[in-house]
């Protein structure tokens, strides 16, 4: 993927400090790191929270590309940074392969978990697990997941940052989920890596909270 974003995509070059983009900015450029690393952070109640740090190769705005929103989140540069550019234009040109029932499920639900957020506490009670479930479904669809023996595999901490990226969330509070998850036999943590063990049903918790006509795909 690298290699196809090198040769349709403008590069940027940061330089140690200034920020990619700041939180809630209306920005919906779409970006891959190609070198040195930035740091995501965000406000919250008045303290900024480091969600995670990205280096070469990681993906940086995805869900303001997928749905369109402000920037959940600020990314600054730790050190001299290149990035490639990708436009909402051409963000929806590489995402034409996917299924188009899956278009709208992507789109969907990074647009209602927004919803879901300004509307209800933080807190994660047994309803916002389908929430969180739904998140963990998403994100196995990405490069970021990759397949093996059990299931699917992914860094514990990307997939954490990913869920509280999209949800808004406390790490305790998602660190709470991932265990009811696994008590339910569809997560597993292993040594730093989480297994997604049973994305048919995780995807089946995600039609049930964002279930709509537009997302069923036709036959």
Request: glycine share 6%; proline share 3%; net charge negative.
């Amino acid at each position: 993927m690298t290699s196809d974003i090198a040769r349709l995509h403008k590069v940027k070059a940061l330089r140690k400090g200034e920020y990619l983009f700041r939180q809630n900015d209306d920005s919906r450029d779409f970006y891959i790191v190609k070198s040195g690393k930035v740091r995501v952070c965000k406000l919250e109640g008045g303290v900024e929270i480091e969600l995670d740090i990205i280096g070469p190769g990681g993906i940086i705005g995805e869900i303001a590309a997928i749905d369109g929103g402000m920037r959940s989140a600020s990314v600054v540069a730790l050190e001299n940074v290149e990035v490639f550019v990708i436009t909402p234009e051409e963000f929806a040109g590489l995402t034409e392969k996917i299924p188009d029932w899956l278009q709208k499920i992507a789109t969907i639900l990074a647009h209602r978990l927004r919803e879901a957020d300004a509307r209800i506490d933080r807190n994660l009670d047994s309803d916002k697990m389908h929430h969180v479930a739904a998140a963990v479904s998403l994100v196995t669809y990405s490069d970021l997941c990759k397949p093996c023996e059990g299931g699917f595999e992914i860094s514990l901490k990307t997939l954490e940052n990913e869920v509280v990226d999209l949800l808004n969330v406390k790490y305790s509070d998602v660190v709470s989920a991932f265990e009811k998850l696994g008590k339910q036999n569809l997560l597993a943590v292993d040594k730093g890596k989480a297994i997604i063990k049973d994305r048919e049903k995780l995807d089946e918790l995600a039609r049930s909270v964002f279930r709509t006509p537009n997302v069923v795909p036709q036959t």
